[in-house]
């Protein structure tokens, strides 16, 4: 029986090398079972807790009448922008405030100040200012992502030895140089763990704000279906969240992490 | 290759804690030859790493002066190589990458700083790792790279600060070997800081004895090269000459 189950866990594992996807749905299977089991059961009414075949029915059915794919879009779309921005703006201010003394002093106490004042509540004064539209989600999710890209890369910038910056100068590099050749990647690592909580909050960020000001979106879509009633979608906006999270995560912040700080040894596996 | 001039080096710095100022360097003296290679050796805190950072410039000096080929010192730059205890190599560089860092700040095209990175790898038997990252070398490695990274700049002066301390007794011992080597092959001016007694006279031509931010004394090192350990265990000059540094110190 042992040998069997230990048999077995190693044709799994073997399988999970030359398939990696399926390591990512296994752990799935249970859970979607055991949800099936209780809408099996019976002890709820259907419309309160719809199976997993309704999903996918009602999946199917939003994706024919072109809802979901358009929903879909507009918030990757709404991330994107905002991510782009969060990093762009927030990836140099960490490496100014990491190096430079004045900028730290300047900088730091207005960073805590409004990190302190979260994305929602920005959310009634931005919608008086600039409606309901692009602009206010892209400020939220800007607003969201740009804290911890900006925290984590102060942190990187300064946790690099100074033997590396004291190596580059007595090789000939110029202040300028060291901060693209030695600062950027000395603090890669630790930028990617920003950028990591910072897409986190943002998504989250996106969906609050979609609910609260949208009129397209996921977020926009779950609050709908509740209007209407329909908990069958409310549970496919839940999910499509996941799903997509861990898209994000597996397909572009893990092998950034895999290409950097774990070939180069600075993060352990 | 340039020469270096210390003259009447001092340091002072205020200490907080004790709320005193407190001279880590006195007075200190020293020329060294162009291709001259000298140890300096004391006890922990004798102010030779100070010295060292000093003449790098990662440090202000607050008396005397240093001159390198008769200009003042201001600030480091690439006419004073460094190699660290610590290796200092840049993780997210290969070997290659590494080495060719210096010729590469140049201006130097890739083609040519390759070439000069892989002809210094060869010097010191590192070819096979030109591709790698530093994280996936030994430490005896790791400080081959370090060695010839600062070598394939072209430095006037090198300075090594404790470069062989983290590694083990007998890379140490090898690399040392391969050190002296090296350095009859390209004649660079060094400066070598170390506490390791044998360490210093086996590779220098002179040896500078400091103790408490002082100067004590010079020696001479006159044994032939190429130097080897299996020839220096059993050599009397050496020994009575390890000796005598080895009472300097301790005496200090």
Same mark, same amino acid.
């Not at chain 1, 921005?85 to 900088?107: E, N």
């Not at chain 1, 930028?191 to 969906?207: E, F, P, Q, S």
């Not at chain 2, 040519?112 to 996936?136: C, D, Q, S, V, W």
């Given at each position: 029986?042992?040998?069997?189950?230990h048999?077995a866990?190693?044709?799994?594992?073997?399988l999970?090398?030359?398939?990696?996807?399926?390591?990512s749905i296994?752990?799935f =299977?249970?859970?979607?079972?055991?949800?099936?089991?209780v809408?099996a059961?019976?002890?709820f009414?259907?419309a309160f807790?719809?199976?997993?075949?309704?999903v996918?029915?009602?999946?199917a059915?939003?994706?024919?009448?072109?809802?979901?794919?358009?929903?879909?879009?507009?918030?990757?779309?709404?991330?994107?922008?905002?991510?782009f921005?969060?990093i762009?703006l927030?990836i140099?201010?960490?490496?100014?405030?990491?190096m430079?003394q004045l900028?730290?002093?300047?900088l730091w106490?207005?960073?805590?100040?409004?990190q302190?004042?979260?994305?929602?509540?920005?959310l009634?004064? @931005?919608v008086?200012?600039?409606?309901?539209g @692009?602009?206010?989600?892209?400020?939220v999710i800007v607003?969201?992502v740009?804290?911890?890209?900006?925290l984590?890369?102060v942190?990187g910038v300064?946790s690099?030895p100074?033997?590396?910056?004291?190596?580059?100068?007595t090789?000939?590099?110029?202040?300028l140089?060291i901060?693209w050749?030695i600062?950027?990647p000395?603090?890669l690592p630790?930028?990617v763990t920003?950028?990591?909580?910072?897409?986190?909050?943002?998504?989250?960020?996106?969906?609050a704000?979609e609910i609260?000001?949208?009129?397209?979106g =996921?977020g926009?879509?779950?609050?709908?279906?509740r209007?209407?009633?329909?908990?069958?979608?409310i549970?496919?906006?839940m999910? =499509?969240?996941?799903?997509?999270w861990y898209i994000v995560d597996?397909?572009i @912040?893990a092998?950034?992490?895999r290409?950097?700080g774990?070939?180069?040894? @600075?993060?352990?596996? | 290759?340039?020469?270096?001039?210390i003259?009447?080096?001092s340091?002072?710095y205020?200490?907080a804690?004790?709320?005193?100022?407190?001279t880590?360097?006195h007075?200190v003296?020293?020329?060294?030859?162009?291709?001259?290679f000298?140890?300096?050796?004391?006890p922990?805190?004798?102010?030779?790493?100070?010295i060292l950072?000093?003449?790098?410039g990662?440090?202000p000096?607050?008396?005397?002066? *240093?001159?390198?080929?008769?200009?003042?010192?201001?600030g480091?730059g690439p006419?004073?190589?460094?190699?660290?205890?610590?290796?200092a190599?840049?993780p997210?560089?290969t070997?290659?990458?590494?080495v060719?860092f210096?010729?590469?700040m140049?201006?130097?095209r890739?083609a040519?700083?390759e070439r000069?990175?892989?002809?210094?790898l060869a010097?010191?038997?590192?070819?096979e790792?030109a591709g790698?990252?530093?994280n996936e070398?030994?430490?005896?490695m790791?400080q081959?790279?370090?060695?010839?990274?600062?070598?394939?700049? !072209?430095p006037?002066?090198?300075?090594m600060? !404790?470069?062989?301390?983290?590694v083990?007794?007998q890379?140490?011992?090898?690399?040392q070997?391969e050190l002296?080597?090296?350095?009859?092959q390209k004649?660079?001016?060094v400066?070598? *800081?170390?506490h390791d007694v044998g360490e210093?006279?086996?590779?220098?031509?002179?040896v500078?004895?400091?103790s408490?931010?002082r100067k004590?004394?010079?020696?001479?090192?006159?044994?032939?090269?190429?130097r080897?350990?299996?020839?220096?265990?059993?050599n009397?000059?050496?020994k009575?000459?390890?000796n005598r540094?080895?009472q300097l110190?301790?005496a200090?």
């Amino acid at each position: 029986m042992i040998t069997a189950l230990h048999r077995a866990w190693g044709r799994y594992v073997r399988l999970t090398t030359h398939w990696p996807a399926v390591a990512s749905i296994v752990p799935f =299977i249970p859970f979607v079972l055991m949800w099936w089991a209780v809408v099996a059961a019976g002890l709820f009414p259907r419309a309160f807790l719809p199976s997993p075949v309704d999903v996918v029915h009602s999946f199917a059915d939003l994706v024919y009448k072109g809802i979901l794919p358009e929903y879909l879009q507009d918030s990757v779309m709404r991330l994107a922008v905002g991510a782009f921005w969060g990093i762009a703006l927030g990836i140099p201010l960490g490496i100014l405030i990491g190096m430079s003394q004045l900028a730290h002093r300047a900088l730091w106490p207005l960073l805590l100040f409004f990190q302190a004042i979260g994305d929602i509540a920005w959310l009634p004064i @931005l919608v008086i200012w600039f409606g309901y539209g @692009l602009v206010t989600m892209t400020f939220v999710i800007v607003y969201t992502v740009i804290f911890p890209v900006i925290l984590n890369t102060v942190l990187g910038v300064r946790s690099i030895p100074i033997n590396m910056h004291r190596a580059a100068l007595t090789l000939g590099a110029s202040r300028l140089r060291i901060v693209w050749e030695i600062v950027l990647p000395g603090a890669l690592p630790n930028i990617v763990t920003g950028l990591r909580n910072g897409l986190g909050y943002g998504w989250r960020a996106l969906i609050a704000a979609e609910i609260i000001v949208g009129t397209s979106g =996921i977020g926009f879509m779950m609050f709908d279906a509740r209007r209407a009633g329909s908990v069958v979608e409310i549970l496919l906006g839940m999910i =499509i969240l996941g799903v997509l999270w861990y898209i994000v995560d597996s397909w572009i @912040l893990a092998p950034i992490e895999r290409a950097t700080g774990q070939r180069w040894g @600075l993060v352990t596996r | 290759m340039k020469s270096l001039t210390i003259r009447n080096l001092s340091k002072t710095y205020f200490d907080a804690y004790a709320g005193k100022h407190v001279t880590a360097v006195h007075d200190v003296s020293l020329d060294v030859a162009e291709g001259e290679f000298v140890s300096i050796v004391g006890p922990s805190g004798c102010g030779k790493t100070t010295i060292l950072n000093m003449i790098a410039g990662f440090i202000p000096i607050t008396g005397g002066e *240093i001159l390198v080929g008769g200009l003042p010192v201001k600030g480091p730059g690439p006419d004073r190589g460094v190699v660290f205890q610590s290796f200092a190599l840049f993780p997210w560089r290969t070997v290659l990458d590494n080495v060719a860092f210096g010729p590469k700040m140049r201006g130097t095209r890739k083609a040519e700083r390759e070439r000069i990175a892989r002809e210094y790898l060869a010097l010191a038997k590192l070819t096979e790792a030109a591709g790698r990252y530093p994280n996936e070398l030994s430490g005896g490695m790791q400080q081959r790279v370090g060695v010839v990274r600062a070598l394939a700049n !072209e430095p006037d002066v090198l300075l090594m600060d !404790e470069p062989f301390a983290s590694v083990d007794a007998q890379t140490r011992m090898t690399l040392q070997e391969e050190l002296t080597r090296i350095w009859q092959q390209k004649r660079p001016t060094v400066i070598f *800081i170390t506490h390791d007694v044998g360490e210093a006279v086996f590779l220098a031509n002179r040896v500078v004895v400091l103790s408490k931010g002082r100067k004590l004394d010079e020696i001479d090192v006159n044994l032939p090269r190429p130097r080897s350990w299996d020839e220096l265990n059993d050599n009397d000059a050496f020994k009575a000459l390890s000796n005598r540094v080895l009472q300097l110190v301790r005496a200090a």
